[in-house]
């Protein structure tokens, strides 16, 4: 590989400097690459920033000048941005990737800043304006500021198909980082705006299950699902146009841990949800019933089943 200039060293300085001004924590990531470029818990030396116990990349992220300064004084690193610890939500729209090894691939998939923009239609929204990034293969990264108090994680998929998110737990590679693929450019808007209600309401994640009783009263809690089921499907039948994907969603979710529990089943709350979105549908209901799976198998897999007593 060639070395990098000097100037391609500065410049990928002043990129990290530029992320910690806007208070975004950095670190660096491999020159020319996308990984981390610090040393791993198996071969961490327990010396300085790890002197107390291994810290990994997300705890050493950091918008310290001088930390910074010396970070990139040892070689030129791509620049990552530790979304949680940044207070971002950043929105990964990807291309359709082509797979020539015979397996399927997104190829014939709308790309994601088209399913975004579709989605911001659907919610009765104009496309946010905040800063973002084209990345090296051609899709963009929508930076959005999260709520205080609200903690969100990183999302593949759940959103739309190629419409990724990274909060805490993620990082993505800021602008002026290049890879093989391409670089990464900043495209417009100086700083990032709020996260959208109508995204937050989808990404934030469903209330937690309340904590199984030792000997749960069967009778008692059935009724309660019933409630929750004639509640959220009333939600669902009258939401507005621009809100019932995102209401369908929460109820999906909400629901699916009755059917973890035992208390609904599956085909009864499908049937319930399938009928509420139908009422004055604007979208297919293929599209509907694929919203209401995927909502079902998160919710499920994130609920554990009652604890039955002996």
């Known amino acids: 590989m060639t070395q990098p200039t000097p100037d391609g060293r500065e410049r990928l300085l002043a990129a990290a400097l530029d992320a910690a001004e806007r208070g975004w924590a950095v670190f660096p990531l491999r020159p020319g690459g996308k990984r981390p470029a610090l040393h791993g818990e198996q071969s961490c030396p327990g ?8 810290r990994k990349w997300e705890q050493r992220a950091t918008t310290d000048p001088d930390r910074i300064r ?7 690193f791509n ?9 971002l939500v950043v929105v990964d729209l990807d291309m ?17 800043v088209t399913t975004f923009h579709a989605l911001c239609e659907r919610a009765g929204q104009e496309v946010p304006a905040t800063y973002r990034t084209r990345t090296a293969s051609g899709g963009q990264h929508l930076y959005f500021t999260a709520p205080a108090g609200v903690r969100l994680t990183n999302t593949a998929g759940s959103v739309a198909p190629l419409v990724d998110t990274r909060a805490s737990g993620g990082y993505v590679v800021g602008a002026g980082s290049t890879t093989p693929a391409g670089p990464y450019e900043a495209l417009c808007a100086p ?6 209600g109508w995204l937050l309401s989808i990404l934030q994640p469903a209330p937690k299950p309340v904590q199984p009783q030792l000997r749960p009263v069967a009778g008692q809690s059935r009724r309660y699902a019933d409630v929750a089921l004639t509640n959220e499907t009333n939600l669902v039948a009258t939401a507005g146009d621009g809100t019932r994907n995102a209401t369908l969603l929460r109820a999906a979710r909400a629901l699916g841990r009755f059917v973890a529990s035992g208390d ?34 998160w919710s499920i897999t994130h609920n554990p089943s009652r604890v039955r007593a002996a």
């Open 70 to 76: 010396r970070a990139w004084s040892a070689g030129p």
């Open 47 to 54: 010396a300085g920033a790890c002197v107390t116990g291994h």
């Open 79 to 87: 620049v990552g941005i530790a979304t949680g610890p940044s207070g």
């Open 191 to 196: 700083v990032a705006a709020p996260v959208p």
């Open 96 to 112: 359709p990737k082509t797979n020539n090894k015979g397996s399927k691939g997104s190829e014939g998939t709308p790309c994601g």
């Open 264 to 297: 609904l089943t599956r085909m009864v709350v499908e049937e319930a949800l399938r009928g509420a979105a139908g009422a004055n549908a604007t979208e297919s209901q293929s599209y509907y019933d694929d919203v209401i799976r995927r909502a079902l198998d």
